[in-house]
Protein backbone atom coordinates (compact mmCIF):
# COMPACT_ATOMS: atom_id res chain seq x y z
CA UNK A 1 0.00 0.00 0.00
CA UNK A 2 1.37 3.39 -0.97
CA UNK A 3 0.48 5.96 1.44
CA UNK A 4 0.29 9.42 0.48
CA UNK A 5 0.37 13.38 1.73
CA UNK A 6 0.02 15.42 -0.56
CA UNK A 7 -2.05 16.50 -3.73
CA UNK A 8 1.52 17.19 -5.87
CA UNK A 9 2.61 13.48 -5.44
CA UNK A 10 -1.19 11.90 -5.31
CA UNK A 11 -1.75 13.70 -9.27
CA UNK A 12 1.45 12.34 -9.87
CA UNK A 13 0.69 8.69 -9.42
CA UNK A 14 -2.81 9.16 -10.54
CA UNK A 15 -1.57 10.16 -13.98
CA UNK A 16 0.52 7.36 -13.78
CA UNK A 17 -2.27 4.89 -13.42
CA UNK A 18 -3.86 6.62 -15.87
CA UNK A 19 -1.52 5.88 -18.84
CA UNK A 20 -1.53 2.45 -18.64
CA UNK A 21 -5.56 2.16 -18.63
CA UNK A 22 -6.26 1.52 -14.80
CA UNK A 23 -9.91 2.32 -13.52
CA UNK A 24 -10.11 3.97 -10.13
CA UNK A 25 -12.44 3.64 -6.89
CA UNK A 26 -12.79 6.31 -4.22
CA UNK A 27 -13.92 5.44 -0.79
CA UNK A 28 -13.42 9.13 1.18
CA UNK A 29 -13.44 8.06 5.30
CA UNK A 30 -12.22 10.40 8.03
CA UNK A 31 -10.75 7.59 9.84
CA UNK A 32 -10.95 5.52 12.67
CA UNK A 33 -12.22 3.21 10.24
CA UNK A 34 -15.06 0.06 11.52
CA UNK A 35 -17.03 -2.52 9.89
CA UNK A 36 -18.90 -0.39 7.67
CA UNK A 37 -16.09 1.40 6.23
CA UNK A 38 -14.48 -2.20 5.42
CA UNK A 39 -17.45 -2.91 3.29
CA UNK A 40 -17.12 0.39 1.59
CA UNK A 41 -13.67 -0.93 0.61
CA UNK A 42 -15.25 -4.29 -0.67
CA UNK A 43 -17.80 -2.80 -3.04
CA UNK A 44 -15.19 -0.97 -4.90
CA UNK A 45 -14.90 -2.94 -7.97
CA UNK A 46 -12.55 -5.92 -8.36
CA UNK A 47 -9.58 -4.61 -10.81
CA UNK A 48 -9.96 -0.96 -10.13
CA UNK A 49 -6.72 1.10 -8.33
CA UNK A 50 -8.58 1.22 -4.83
CA UNK A 51 -7.92 4.96 -3.58
CA UNK A 52 -8.96 5.61 0.00
CA UNK A 53 -8.42 8.84 2.08
CA UNK A 54 -8.37 9.79 5.85
CA UNK A 55 -8.79 13.32 6.46
CA UNK A 56 -11.13 15.12 9.12
CA UNK A 57 -12.60 17.87 7.27
CA UNK A 58 -12.63 20.47 9.75
CA UNK A 59 -14.72 22.71 6.92
CA UNK A 60 -18.31 20.23 7.88
CA UNK A 61 -18.06 20.24 11.75
CA UNK A 62 -20.20 23.76 12.76
CA UNK A 63 -19.26 22.52 16.39
CA UNK A 64 -15.34 23.00 17.57
CA UNK A 65 -15.66 20.41 20.22
CA UNK A 66 -17.11 17.41 17.71
CA UNK A 67 -13.70 18.29 15.39
CA UNK A 68 -11.60 18.23 18.65
CA UNK A 69 -12.52 15.08 19.80
CA UNK A 70 -13.28 13.12 16.80
CA UNK A 71 -11.67 9.93 17.49
CA UNK A 72 -8.36 10.02 15.36
CA UNK A 73 -6.26 6.35 15.35
CA UNK A 74 -4.21 6.44 12.20
CA UNK A 75 -2.27 3.51 13.43
CA UNK A 76 -4.89 1.02 13.38
CA UNK A 77 -6.54 2.78 10.24
CA UNK A 78 -3.23 2.04 8.14
CA UNK A 79 -3.50 -2.39 9.36
CA UNK A 80 -6.94 -1.97 8.56
CA UNK A 81 -6.53 -0.14 4.50
CA UNK A 82 -3.64 -3.13 4.22
CA UNK A 83 -5.95 -5.64 5.18
CA UNK A 84 -8.87 -4.32 3.08
CA UNK A 85 -6.32 -4.70 -0.12
CA UNK A 86 -6.28 -0.58 -0.52
CA UNK A 87 -3.52 0.39 -2.84
CA UNK A 88 -2.89 4.05 -2.42
CA UNK A 89 -3.73 5.90 1.16
CA UNK A 90 -4.40 9.78 0.73
CA UNK A 91 -3.26 11.24 4.22
CA UNK A 92 -3.06 15.10 3.68
CA UNK A 93 -0.77 16.25 6.26
CA UNK A 94 -2.51 19.09 7.78
CA UNK A 95 -5.48 21.40 7.04
CA UNK A 96 -5.98 21.44 3.47
CA UNK A 97 -8.92 23.74 3.42
CA UNK A 98 -6.39 26.22 1.57
CA UNK A 99 -5.65 23.68 -2.02
CA UNK A 100 -9.73 23.65 -2.02
CA UNK A 101 -10.70 25.55 -5.34
CA UNK A 102 -13.90 25.89 -5.55
CA UNK A 103 -16.64 28.25 -7.34
CA UNK A 104 -17.01 31.55 -5.39
CA UNK A 105 -21.18 31.53 -5.60
CA UNK A 106 -22.96 28.08 -3.98
CA UNK A 107 -26.36 26.79 -4.00
CA UNK A 108 -26.93 23.72 -2.34
CA UNK A 109 -29.86 21.80 -3.54
CA UNK A 110 -33.08 22.20 -1.41
CA UNK A 111 -32.66 18.88 0.55
CA UNK A 112 -29.64 20.42 2.04
CA UNK A 113 -31.59 22.28 4.27
CA UNK A 114 -33.67 19.75 5.98
CA UNK A 115 -33.30 17.31 8.48
CA UNK A 116 -29.28 17.60 9.15
CA UNK A 117 -29.00 20.57 7.36
CA UNK A 118 -31.69 22.67 10.07
CA UNK A 119 -29.50 22.47 12.76
CA UNK A 120 -25.63 21.86 11.46
CA UNK A 121 -24.74 25.17 10.07
CA UNK A 122 -22.23 25.01 6.91
CA UNK A 123 -21.82 20.93 7.28
CA UNK A 124 -23.02 20.34 3.92
CA UNK A 125 -21.40 23.37 2.40
CA UNK A 126 -18.13 21.62 3.94
CA UNK A 127 -19.04 18.14 2.64
CA UNK A 128 -19.34 19.59 -0.91
CA UNK A 129 -16.24 21.55 -0.52
CA UNK A 130 -14.11 18.34 0.59
CA UNK A 131 -15.74 15.90 -1.97
CA UNK A 132 -15.67 17.95 -5.28
CA UNK A 133 -12.07 18.55 -4.25
CA UNK A 134 -10.91 14.55 -4.47
CA UNK A 135 -13.25 14.20 -7.24
CA UNK A 136 -11.58 17.20 -9.26
CA UNK A 137 -8.21 15.53 -8.08
CA UNK A 138 -8.37 12.05 -8.35
CA UNK A 139 -10.91 11.51 -11.49
CA UNK A 140 -12.45 7.99 -9.96
CA UNK A 141 -14.27 6.39 -12.14
CA UNK A 142 -16.37 4.89 -8.99
CA UNK A 143 -16.60 5.95 -5.45
CA UNK A 144 -18.29 4.10 -2.33
CA UNK A 145 -20.35 6.02 -0.27
CA UNK A 146 -22.94 4.40 2.86
CA UNK A 147 -26.34 4.93 3.32
CA UNK A 148 -26.49 5.88 6.37
CA UNK A 149 -25.48 9.09 5.94
CA UNK A 150 -28.36 9.37 3.66
CA UNK A 151 -28.92 12.99 3.21
CA UNK A 152 -25.02 13.23 2.55
CA UNK A 153 -25.10 10.64 -0.29
CA UNK A 154 -27.74 12.46 -1.80
CA UNK A 155 -25.72 15.60 -2.13
CA UNK A 156 -22.68 13.29 -3.50
CA UNK A 157 -25.01 12.18 -6.20
CA UNK A 158 -25.77 15.21 -7.14
CA UNK A 159 -22.32 16.61 -7.23
CA UNK A 160 -21.46 13.24 -9.34
CA UNK A 161 -24.14 14.00 -11.97
CA UNK A 162 -23.54 17.60 -12.18
CA UNK A 163 -19.49 17.99 -12.42
CA UNK A 164 -18.59 14.46 -13.17
CA UNK A 165 -20.54 12.18 -15.57
CA UNK A 166 -18.84 9.41 -15.99
CA UNK A 167 -18.45 8.79 -12.33
CA UNK A 168 -20.45 6.39 -10.61
CA UNK A 169 -21.31 6.18 -7.53
CA UNK A 170 -21.62 2.86 -5.64
CA UNK A 171 -24.43 3.09 -2.58
CA UNK A 172 -23.42 0.77 0.18
CA UNK A 173 -26.11 -0.73 2.68
CA UNK A 174 -25.66 0.69 6.44
CA UNK A 175 -23.80 -1.64 8.43
CA UNK A 176 -25.16 -3.07 12.00
CA UNK A 177 -23.45 -4.29 15.28
CA UNK A 178 -26.25 -5.05 17.37
CA UNK A 179 -28.41 -2.97 15.53
CA UNK A 180 -26.53 -0.18 16.00
CA UNK A 181 -25.63 1.05 12.92
CA UNK A 182 -21.80 1.59 12.87
CA UNK A 183 -20.43 4.95 13.22
CA UNK A 184 -16.90 6.32 13.98
CA UNK A 185 -18.32 8.58 16.96
CA UNK A 186 -19.63 5.34 18.63
CA UNK A 187 -16.28 4.88 20.21
CA UNK A 188 -17.04 7.88 22.76
CA UNK A 189 -20.33 6.08 24.09
CA UNK A 190 -19.80 3.75 26.86
CA UNK A 191 -21.01 0.59 27.87
CA UNK A 192 -24.64 1.84 29.14
CA UNK A 193 -25.40 3.89 26.53
CA UNK A 194 -24.16 1.92 23.83
CA UNK A 195 -26.97 -0.53 25.37
CA UNK A 196 -29.80 1.80 25.26
CA UNK A 197 -29.24 3.11 21.83
CA UNK A 198 -30.36 -0.14 20.57
CA UNK A 199 -33.80 0.98 21.10
CA UNK A 200 -33.56 3.13 18.31
CA UNK A 201 -33.25 0.28 15.41
CA UNK A 202 -36.42 -1.40 17.32
CA UNK A 203 -38.75 1.72 17.27
CA UNK A 204 -37.79 2.56 13.21
CA UNK A 205 -38.60 -1.63 12.48
CA UNK A 206 -42.13 -0.48 14.85
CA UNK A 207 -43.01 2.62 13.38
CA UNK A 208 -42.56 1.37 9.64
CA UNK A 209 -44.71 -2.14 10.51
CA UNK A 210 -47.33 -0.13 11.80
CA UNK A 211 -47.26 2.02 8.96
CA UNK A 212 -47.23 -0.88 7.11
CA UNK A 213 -50.62 -1.46 8.76
CA UNK A 214 -52.16 1.65 7.28
CA UNK A 215 -51.32 4.08 10.63
CA UNK A 216 -50.73 7.41 10.29
CA UNK A 217 -47.19 8.74 11.14
CA UNK A 218 -47.73 11.65 12.93
CA UNK A 219 -50.31 9.51 15.43
CA UNK A 220 -47.38 6.78 15.76
CA UNK A 221 -44.40 9.50 16.23
CA UNK A 222 -45.67 10.39 19.72
CA UNK A 223 -45.68 7.30 20.83
CA UNK A 224 -42.14 6.51 19.44
CA UNK A 225 -40.45 9.79 21.10
CA UNK A 226 -41.56 8.70 24.42
CA UNK A 227 -40.11 5.01 24.37
CA UNK A 228 -36.96 6.64 22.90
CA UNK A 229 -36.41 9.51 25.50
CA UNK A 230 -37.03 7.38 28.61
CA UNK A 231 -33.89 6.02 27.87
CA UNK A 232 -32.08 9.49 28.35
CA UNK A 233 -32.05 9.62 24.38
CA UNK A 234 -32.68 13.42 22.91
CA UNK A 235 -34.20 12.65 19.88
CA UNK A 236 -33.34 15.90 17.37
CA UNK A 237 -35.92 14.60 14.57
CA UNK A 238 -37.62 11.73 13.79
CA UNK A 239 -38.96 12.15 10.20
CA UNK A 240 -40.62 10.48 7.28
CA UNK A 241 -39.53 11.48 4.20
CA UNK A 242 -39.25 11.18 0.46
CA UNK A 243 -35.71 8.84 -0.63
CA UNK A 244 -35.08 11.16 -3.71
CA UNK A 245 -36.45 14.95 -2.49
CA UNK A 246 -36.66 14.73 0.93
CA UNK A 247 -39.46 16.20 0.93
CA UNK A 248 -42.14 15.47 3.44
CA UNK A 249 -43.68 12.07 2.41
CA UNK A 250 -47.10 12.77 3.52
CA UNK A 251 -48.28 9.78 3.91
CA UNK A 252 -47.00 8.33 1.14
CA UNK A 253 -44.73 4.96 1.34
CA UNK A 254 -43.25 4.14 -1.89
CA UNK A 255 -39.79 5.26 -2.11
CA UNK A 256 -39.63 6.70 1.32
CA UNK A 257 -37.44 6.38 4.68
CA UNK A 258 -37.78 7.06 8.29
CA UNK A 259 -34.75 9.34 9.38
CA UNK A 260 -33.96 10.56 12.67
CA UNK A 261 -31.05 12.34 14.62
CA UNK A 262 -30.23 11.61 18.51
CA UNK A 263 -28.09 12.43 20.99
CA UNK A 264 -26.87 9.88 24.08
CA UNK A 265 -23.84 11.47 25.98
CA UNK A 266 -23.97 14.40 24.23
CA UNK A 267 -22.84 12.39 21.20
CA UNK A 268 -24.98 13.24 18.22
CA UNK A 269 -25.88 9.82 15.73
CA UNK A 270 -27.64 9.44 12.86
CA UNK A 271 -30.02 6.48 11.49
CA UNK A 272 -32.47 5.52 8.70
CA UNK A 273 -34.27 2.98 7.19
CA UNK A 274 -36.22 2.19 3.86
CA UNK A 275 -39.98 2.00 4.11
Do not use: W
Not at 17 to 46: C, V, W, Y
Not at 149 to 160: C, E
Amino acid sequence: MLIIDNKKSLSKIIKKHRSEGNKISLIPTMGNLHQGHQELFASAPDGTIKISSIYVNPLQFNNSDDYDYYPRTLHDDLDVCKKNHIDILYVPDGDISHEIEIENSIDLPKFTRYLCGQTREDHFLGVYKIVKHLFKTIQPDFACFGKKDYQQLLLIKYIAKTYFSNLEIIEVDTVRSNNIALSSRLKRLNNESLEKIKIIYDVLLNMRNQMFDGNDFADIKKDALLEIECHDIRVEYLEHRENDTLELANGQLINSSLFIAYTAENIRLIDNIQI
